[in-house]
């Protein structure tokens, strides 16, 4: 799971026509020391973090794809039960610092600047051009572009969104910048962080991050994969580098950042003086990966063509000698060995039950969520139906917090398509009451895998246990104490029962799902269904 970068909880599970009955299947199913047994296997030090590329991620996805076919589902890419994924690996020299130049300033300290894949050794110059927070949306009549002219240029924009935006608003249009930005004409995008950036992640900590290694998946064309392409320069300026690109323009950093501390507020944009030049070197490896996918086939032969898609990331962070304290390995018991064996559970339900469903399921562990949601987004943009196969809804389960007895669920996206009344209906069979959204400043549902089916307009829904009761203790304890942590093993206090619970309310969404006559569509005027599904059929929201 990605935290602010928040990535959260959630699932899918599934109820017959008559809730006793689905029960009455699943119960035998789903047991809290199956669920144990297969945290245990996958967080254990043998598997060294899961880490995407490296053998004890490998040896986690032989695991999983044992038990699929333990569980007798079939192999949803042709004689395998791999999806094969290479990642690219850019890392920067450390021999050459890079730097942004604005005008005849060099930055290096003032500026955040990571690798780039696709231009091992890069100088790329331009004019830049001020684009307030750099946002555009047809939709919400948001064009923070309009009147400028960027073509071959630099955009400098704010980071995030105004003050006041619906928070997964906000967070889509703050993730699709480098879109806009190309649409544009631009070359580069330079982010000016925030006062309100800055508070969550101080300086200091960004460009730590940023000498990370950014990791993508290779295209067919061998490239490094990248959602805008012609965005050949990014960087983050601070600071006196901040000042300095917008030096002549007679507005100072202090005022930028004061008007866009104003509720509603969007800051216009303007042409800046400076030429900027962004220079770096970069060297790329490749590493093999995987995701493991599965199919359990439909009944109904006028519904098999339509796939259910329930995924949980399998990865986690490997490990890291930087770490405090002995132990090295970032075992993610909770992120997200929880979630894969919720998974686990749910497919051995519905094999079990019985009673096929009468859509497909596609089940997927996908990879190098940790790296930016890559495994998804590589399925999401290579599917693997068969022709005429239609995916028609997304559960995603990750980080599940499973250290109390949960009584309420908080449903992140089920506002957005007809998922919400079957989540609902769920529940409620299963004995528990949804939640508002308890962070809704996060804007969660943009941040975690399901999203990446999201934005090829396939509705979704992730859950994640509810702050009734000790709720919001255990989870605060949990992000402050053990998220991303070598912490985040099997000495947690797992409440075995919860954990079981949640695997049986996931089955009962699944199931509704798979079952219901109707596929589920975006409700008429939904930002997301709008923005990415724009042309299909659209519910009436009750």
């Known amino acids: 799971m990605r935290l602010r970068s928040l990535v959260f909880a959630s699932s899918l599970a599934l109820l017959v026509a008559t809730p006793g009955l689905a029960q ?41 794809a044992a038990r699929f076919e333990t569980l007798g589902l079939q192999q949803a890419v042709a004689g395998s039960w ?99 930005a190309q649409q544009a004409g631009a070359i580069g995008l330079i982010t000016i962080p925030s006062e309100s950036f800055l508070g969550r992640t101080p300086w200091e900590k960004l460009r730590d991050r940023m000498q990370d290694p950014t990791v993508s998946w290779l295209d067919k064309d061998g490239q490094p994969y990248v959602r805008a392409p012609d965005i050949r320069g990014t960087a983050y300026a601070n600071g006196a580098a901040a000042e300095a690109l917008l030096a002549g323009s007679g507005k100072s950093l202090a005022m930028v950042r004061a008007e866009a501390a104003k509720r509603g507020v969007r800051p216009r944009g303007f042409a800046l003086r400076p030429t900027i030049r962004i220079d770096r070197i970069s060297t790329v490896e490749t590493a093999p990966s995987r995701n493991v ?29 930087g770490a405090r304290g002995p132990d090295k390995i970032y075992n993610g018991a909770m992120d997200n060995a929880s979630g894969v064996a919720t998974m686990l559970a749910v497919a051995k339900a519905f094999a079990e039950s019985g009673q096929a469903p009468r859509r497909s399921i596609l089940f997927a562990a996908v990879t190098a969520e940790e790296d930016g949601l890559l495994g998804s987004q590589y399925l999401a943009k290579n599917p693997v139906l068969p022709a005429g196969g239609r995916l028609v809804g997304v559960v995603n389960l990750d980080m599940p917090i499973l250290t109390y007895d949960f009584q309420d669920l908080v449903a992140f996206g089920a506002e957005h398509s007809t998922l919400g009344p079957i989540v609902e209906k769920a529940a409620r069979a299963e004995g528990i009451s949804l939640s508002p959204d308890p962070l809704p400043e996060e804007g969660l549902f943009t941040r975690s895998d399901h999203y990446r089916f999201v934005q090829e307009g396939v509705p979704a829904v992730f859950l994640m246990t509810g702050f009734a009761g000790p709720g919001r203790q255990a989870f605060e304890h949990f992000l402050k104490t053990d998220y991303h942590q070598p912490s985040d093993q099997m000495s947690l206090p797992f409440h075995w029962q919860a954990a079981a619970k949640f695997a049986k309310v996931n089955y009962a969404i699944a199931r509704e799902i798979a079952d219901e006559p109707d596929a589920p569509r975006w409700y008429k005027g939904d930002f997301f269904g709008d923005a990415f599904a724009p042309d299909v059929p659209k519910a009436v929201k009750p």
């Open 24 to 64: 009455a299947q699943a119960a035998p199913a789903i047991t809290a020391q199956a669920i144990r047994a297969d945290i245990g296997f996958l967080a254990d030090d043998l598997l060294e973090g899961r880490d995407a590329g490296t053998r004890g991620y490998d040896i986690a996805a032989r695991y999983v």
């Open 82 to 180: 791999y999806q094969p994924v290479t990642l690219a690996i850019a890392r920067l020299d450390k021999a050459a610092t890079p730097s942004l130049t604005i005008g005849n300033r060099r930055f290096t300290d003032n500026v955040a600047i990571g690798a780039f894949g696709r231009e091992l050794k890069q100088s790329l110059s331009g004019q830049a051009v001020f684009v307030g927070y750099g946002l555009k949306s047809v939709r919400g009549k948001i064009d923070d572009y309009a009147g400028l002219d960027l073509r071959g240029k630099f955009a400098v924009a704010l980071s995030g969104s105004p003050i006041g935006m619906p928070s997964e608003i906000g967070a889509h249009l703050a993730s699709e910048k480098s879109l806009a």
């Open 293 to 321: 996918l599965a199919v359990l086939p439909g009944s109904d032969p006028a519904l098999a063509h339509e796939y259910v898609l329930l995924m949980a990331h399998l990865d986690h962070l490997g490990i890291k000698q």
